[in-house]
Structures are given as structure tokens and as C-alpha cells.
């Protein structure tokens, strides 16, 4: 697990997610970033990361906010996506 003391900077920096990658020895198109704010968006973009939204965060922010950061798609919950992980990985998404 990683946390914010794992890098320099924090969100929306790229940063951790910098590290997370490299922890993991992956390449940016391989990976995925979920978040709830637009600052998740910017982090995965400037990293190269495909962002995926949740609404559920804190924070309070809709899918539009989301979409608007750069999300994919945007899902409910984990849960909600965890369903359809499969397809969210591979880049595809069932009608809801």
C-alpha cells in the first residue's frame, strides 16, 4: 500500500502515481487509477494513467465533475465497478 508519504508531491501531481507504477515495474498504459475528484483525474493524466471515477467518495462530486476530470467512466461504487471489472479493464462498458 501506498500513501502520500511515498512521494514528493501529492495530488494532482502524478507523483504517487509515478511511484505506484514503478513499485509495480508497470507500464502507464497497463494500469487504471480510480479516484473520486477531479484532482484523481489530473494525477492519472499527467501520469498516463486511464482514469476511472467513483461517486462515492467524501467529496461529493458527480459524474459530470468526474467525466469533466478525464474519467473513462464512472461508476456508483467499488462495488459497482467490481462487477463489471472485466469490462472496465479491457476498455468496454455494458449499457446501464
Known amino acids: 500500500m501506498l500513501t502520500g508519504d511515498a512521494a514528493e508531491r501529492t495530488k494532482p501531481a502524478p507523483d504517487l502515481a509515478q511511484v505506484a507504477l514503478e513499485t509495480l515495474g508497470a507500464f502507464p498504459h497497463d494500469c487504471v487509477m480510480i479516484g473520486d475528484t477531479p484532482y484523481d483525474g489530473e494525477a492519472a493524466r499527467q501520469a498516463g494513467v486511464v ?46
Request: charged share 25%; aromatic share 6%; hydrophobic share 35%.
Open 51 to 96: 482514469f476511472i471515477g467513483v461517486t462515492c467518495g467524501g467529496c461529493g462530486n458527480d459524474e459530470g465533475v468526474l467525466r469533466s476530470a478525464g474519467a473513462r467512466d464512472v461508476w456508483r461504487d467499488p462495488a459497482e465497478l467490481f462487477m463489471q471489472l472485466d469490462d472496465v479493464l479491457s476498455g468496454t462498458r455494458p449499457p446501464r
